[in-house]
């Protein structure tokens, strides 16, 4: 009989398969590599997820949790518009640096074009485009864009914006154009980033 595996030991698991899903996504991952590095048998990962794609959702939504707070968290600490977005940028720039390869695993899913990708994109975006959304409709009732300013818009091109600052600290070829673009020093300077694209919004939305 199996022994059940502790917390720990099932979160290892997810941190190594996310490595592996974010490497070689969710059709190339290879879950004896898992077990191996994971250090438990194949069959223990079959007896908590029956297929890959089960342990990949669990990887994916795990991920997503961890960044649904992460945007509550900058959302929560911040005084007004012009700072929630400051706070937002830093906290993607933070969560891309530090959690590669959750942002690898977004990236493959956005190579893929089948109905299961469409349930990961509503998955992803269901808690950002909602956050963004009230962001800017808050704004507007405050006064402090324009009123004509259309939330679903504006959320979908800021969270644009955050998707490419993830995937130029996360992904190779991201990360090569951001250095070509803004320096080979560029991860030595997020403040410098961070300044520079609430610069930009601000121009952007004409903030009074």
Same mark, same amino acid.
């Given at each position: 009989?199996?022994?059940k ?7 290892? *698991? ?41 342990l990949?959702?669990? %990887?994916?939504?795990?991920?997503l949790?961890?960044?649904?707070e ?7 600490d ?10 937002l ?13 959750? *942002? ?31 962001? *800017? ?9 324009h ?17 490419m600052l993830?995937f130029?600290?996360? %992904? ?28 930009f ?8």
């Amino acid at each position: 009989m199996q022994r059940k595996l502790t917390e720990e030991q099932q979160k290892h *698991i997810i941190d190594v398969a996310t490595k592996e899903f974010g490497e070689k996504g969710l059709d190339g991952a290879n879950i004896n590599i898992i077990a191996k590095q994971s250090d438990v048998s194949v069959g223990v990962i079959y007896k908590y997820y029956s297929n890959k794609e089960e342990l990949f959702s669990a %990887c994916l939504s795990k991920s997503l949790s961890h960044l649904g707070e992460t945007l509550q968290e900058a959302v929560s600490d911040a005084v007004d518009f012009e700072t929630t977005m400051s706070y937002l940028i830093s906290a993607a720039i933070a969560f891309s640096k530090n959690h590669k390869n959750e *942002i690898r695993m977004y990236h493959w899913i956005t190579t893929v074009s089948d109905e299961k990708a469409k349930e990961y994109a509503t998955e992803i975006e269901a808690t950002s485009s909602k956050l963004y959304k009230e962001l *800017i409709s808050k704004a507007k009732s405050d006064g402090l864009v324009h009123g004509d300013m259309d939330p679903g818009v504006f959320a979908f091109f800021f969270d644009n914006l955050l998707m490419m600052l993830h995937f130029s600290y996360g %992904c190779d070829y991201y990360n090569q154009r951001f250095r070509i673009y803004m320096g080979e020093d560029v991860e030595e300077k997020d403040d410098y980033v961070r300044k520079q694209l609430v610069s930009f919004l601000k121009r952007g939305l004409d903030m009074r």
